[in-house]
């Protein structure tokens, strides 16, 4: 009993504080874990030792009721939220960013819907291990999303073009993020068509004049920054002012 | 004690723990997690102050509740918590007189002078307001350090603390620092630093006060 008292007491933050060292690479990572082993740790302990008082009976069960509610939202919420605005912002560019509003409302909506619930029923075995793999599910999507998030966020991104197709000398307006300011002005290429005329260059727009092309059809636009790094690639079909109707 | 838990009982204790009471307790523990996860620079794309108005208002309609429910044994216990308190003397001023005040204005005049215009209520909102200036406010503002000092200096005459307190804050904020620099939290750090400087040398002085005032010469 002495000795498993010492490995838990000792050896084991020992081990969590090495391990975090290694994976994190940071000293603080390694506090932070070890905090939270202690914290555990004494919650279980006071658990034990308060769980058969019937006066902390009733808070016991209210503060499972609220963990297994923080968990389920916070696991349905990682696995939906992470992923569309992962969709949205960085595979589909349909917005720079998703409005804090609605990733608020969604927390909210499925926060209250879980609160609403009497979990007392559906307690059991089966139920936590299904609430485990949730969780870590969730975890791991969040951690993959935002790693995702941290690398792409400072990359080049067209999310809108004012036109899909058009002719030879006419404006075209791309809106996007991370193109630089002015003074470090880059290119925007369309295909083989080459590259626009710039008249504006900003940090969310560029307007510019769609070159002649040697050849009319569908072609790739791209933003290529200073730095040479390109963004996201929109079809544009210049069309043939030949085909006008006279 | 002069925060008896007698009061709290008699709040609880037809407690249940009804969906008003879950939201705000729930909403509490959100709003720690997501201020902890803004430290260690994790975004969840939530706003902690829109769970913490939740928790304010959700909090605000249980306790209202409860009060309710118990307001004669509240307003009893109070009563005989003042009745206790009263010196003697001022209790047969008030029976010469005739004029013993038992009406709810003056109890609860007296509550407020009892339990608000105390020491603690002092100190925690002088805390707070350091706390808030350190972790929102991001420019450094001679005019909230000189008003912060100032109040200090008169919670430290008003309540004779001894020196050791405001170096004892001090040390707690210099210990701060590291760690938020590690966290790369530079400005909250510099500000911690300002902090911890500005304790020090009001502990010091104190010290020095305190130092004079034991050496007999």
């Known amino acids: 009993m002495k000795k498993f008292r010492f490995l838990r007491s000792t050896v084991l933050p020992f081990l969590i504080f090495l391990i975090s060292l290694i994976i994190f690479k940071a000293?603080?990572?390694?506090?932070?874990?070890?905090?939270?082993?202690?914290?555990?740790?004494?919650?279980?302990?006071?658990?034990?030792?308060?769980?058969?008082?019937?006066?902390?009976?009733?808070?016991?069960?209210?503060?499972?009721?609220?963990?297994?509610?923080?968990?389920?939202?916070?696991?349905?919420?990682?696995?939906?939220?992470?992923?569309?605005?992962?969709?949205?912002?960085?595979?589909?560019?349909?917005?720079?960013?998703?409005?804090?509003?609605?990733?608020?409302?969604?927390?909210?909506?499925?926060?209250?819907?879980?609160?609403?619930?009497?979990?007392?029923?559906?307690?059991?075995?089966?139920?936590?291990?299904?609430?485990?793999?949730?969780?870590?599910?969730?975890?791991?999507?969040?951690?993959?999303?935002?790693?995702?998030?941290?690398?792409?966020?400072?990359?080049?991104?067209?999310?809108?073009?004012?036109?899909?197709?058009?002719?030879?000398?006419?404006?075209?307006?791309?809106?996007?993020?991370?193109?630089?300011?002015?003074?470090?002005?880059?290119?925007?290429?369309?295909?083989?068509?080459?590259?626009?005329?710039?008249?504006?260059?900003?940090?969310?727009?560029?307007?510019g004049v769609i070159p002649v092309p040697a050849k009319f059809g569908t072609m790739d636009l791209v933003v290529k920054r200073e730095d040479g790094i390109t963004s996201n690639i929109i079809k544009f079909e210049i069309k043939d002012p030949g085909k006008l109707k006279k | 004690m002069k925060y008896n838990l007698k009061l709290l009982n008699i709040i609880t204790k037809d407690f249940k723990a009804d969906v008003v009471f879950k939201l705000a307790a729930a909403d509490f523990l959100i709003w720690l997690f997501l201020v902890l996860a803004k430290v260690l620079n994790f975004d969840f794309g939530l706003n902690s102050a829109i769970f913490f108005a939740i928790f304010i208002v959700s909090f605000g309609i249980w306790l209202t509740e409860a009060m309710k429910r118990n307001w004669q044994e509240i307003v009893i216990f109070l009563e005989e918590k003042r009745r206790t308190e009263l010196s003697l003397q001022l209790v047969a001023e008030t029976q010469e007189q005739e004029k013993e005040p038992v009406s709810i204005f003056a109890l609860f005049g007296w509550v407020f002078k009892r339990?608000?215009?105390?020491?603690?209520?002092?100190?925690?909102?002088?805390?707070?307001?350091?706390?808030?200036?350190?972790?929102l406010i991001s420019a450094a503002s001679d005019l909230i350090i000189l008003f912060f000092i100032l109040w200090w200096l008169a919670l430290n005459l008003a309540f004779k603390f001894k020196s050791r307190f405001s170096i004892a804050v001090a040390l707690f904020f210099l210990g701060l620092c590291p760690f938020l620099l590690i966290l790369k939290k530079d400005n909250i750090a510099e500000k911690a630093a300002i902090w911890a400087y500005m304790f020090l040398v009001v502990g010091t002085i104190k010290m020095l006060f305190e130092m004079k005032k034991n050496t007999e010469y």
Do not use: M
């Not at chain 1, 209210?62 to 389920?72: M, N």
């Not at chain 1, 089966?126 to 999507?141: P, W």
């Not at chain 1, 790693?147 to 006419?170: D, H, T």
């Open chain 2, 115 to 135: 339990y608000f215009l105390s020491k603690e209520v002092f100190l925690a909102i002088f805390f707070l307001g350091i706390a808030f200036d350190i972790f």
């Open chain 1, 27 to 207: 000293i603080i990572a390694g506090i932070i874990f070890v905090l939270i082993f202690k914290a555990v740790e004494v919650s279980f302990d006071l658990y034990i030792s308060l769980k058969s008082e019937p006066r902390f009976e009733k808070w016991f069960s209210l503060l499972g009721d609220i963990l297994i509610v923080l968990l389920l939202t916070f696991a349905v919420y990682n696995l939906f939220f992470s992923q569309a605005e992962r969709l949205l912002v960085n595979v589909f560019f349909v917005v720079p960013k998703i409005p804090a509003i609605y990733s608020n409302l969604f927390f909210i909506i499925i926060f209250l819907l879980f609160l609403s619930f009497n979990w007392q029923k559906v307690k059991g075995k089966a139920f936590f291990g299904l609430l485990l793999v949730l969780e870590i599910a969730g975890a791991v999507v969040y951690l993959s999303c935002r790693k995702e998030k941290l690398s792409r966020e400072y990359l080049p991104k067209i999310y809108r073009v004012s036109a899909s197709e058009g002719y030879q000398g006419e404006k075209l307006e791309i809106n996007g993020v991370n193109f630089y300011p002015s003074f470090k002005k880059g290119e925007v290429v369309l295909g083989e068509a080459g590259d626009l005329t710039i008249s504006l260059w900003g940090e969310n727009k560029i307007i």
